[in-house]
């Protein structure tokens, strides 16, 4: 059974840009969830997307956003990128009495 | 927000000893789940224990659970070098939500 893919696995973007990232969750899992982690502010909750629909949503600016179609893989989107956007992005699928699968993660880096 | 916080930061031991890592949090929970990075890797899932255990083995893995004093423990029995990563304890937020939240994590080191 696959696990969580996440592409790409790295990625360098300039200030002002915009970036994807994708989230393949494992066959069968309709949720996914997605996670900023940097040294400062460790692992941070950003939204959670079950059967295309946004069902929770952490405490991030607007610049953050993503979707998710019909066979379950999610994309994030990071507009105007900024110097502290740079961290591990990590998408997770599951469910929450049984415990995640997390993928490798995106490491971004703005410059 | 923060809402579990692992004890201690970081803990060097040798293989065959045993880590001890602690976990407080805040608000009420459903459940309690450890989790185990490498090298700022993806995390790997390790335990969960639900709010209504107290106790509960995986291998060489004991987690506590203590709601009364909002804390848990996590015991790796025997380490190895291959132990060496940062754990971390997450959250549910107990109500509808269905986000995790992470603890900073405890950075382990297994010297051999």
Redesign the interface.
Same mark, same amino acid.
């Given at each position: 059974k696959a696990g969580?893919t996440q592409t790409p696995r790295y990625l360098i973007k300039t200030r002002g840009q915009q970036v994807t990232l994708s989230c393949s969750p494992i066959s069968g899992h309709r949720?996914v969830?997605w996670?900023q982690?940097t040294p400062g502010q460790?692992?941070? #909750?950003l939204f959670?997307y079950f059967s295309e629909t946004q /069902?929770?949503k &952490?405490?991030f600016p607007g610049r953050f956003s993503g979707r998710q179609f019909s066979n379950s893989r999610s994309e994030m989107n990071v507009s105007t990128l900024e110097l502290g956007d740079s961290a591990?992005y990590?998408c997770?699928s &599951?469910w /929450?009495?049984?415990?995640?699968? #997390?993928?490798? &993660?995106t /490491?971004l880096t703005v410059v | 927000s923060q809402q579990g916080e692992e004890d201690p930061q970081a803990l060097s031991i040798q293989e065959g000893e045993n880590a001890t890592m602690n976990c407080s949090y805040k608000t009420s929970i459903n459940n309690l789940q450890w989790y185990r990075q490498n090298s700022g890797r993806g995390l790997v899932h390790l335990i969960l224990i639900r709010s209504n255990e107290r106790e509960k083995h995986s291998g060489r893995l004991r987690v506590t659970l203590d709601t009364s004093k909002k804390s848990s423990s996590l015991l790796i029995t025997a380490s190895r070098a291959a132990d060496t990563a940062s754990y971390f304890c997450a959250t549910d937020e107990g109500q509808a939500g269905t986000a995790l939240i992470f603890g900073k994590g405890t950075t382990l080191s297994v010297s051999s």
């Open positions: 969580v949720s969830s996670y982690q460790g692992l941070q #909750f959670e /069902r929770n &952490g405490n591990l990590l997770a &599951g /929450r009495d049984y415990g995640y699968t #997390f993928g490798s &993660g /490491r | -």
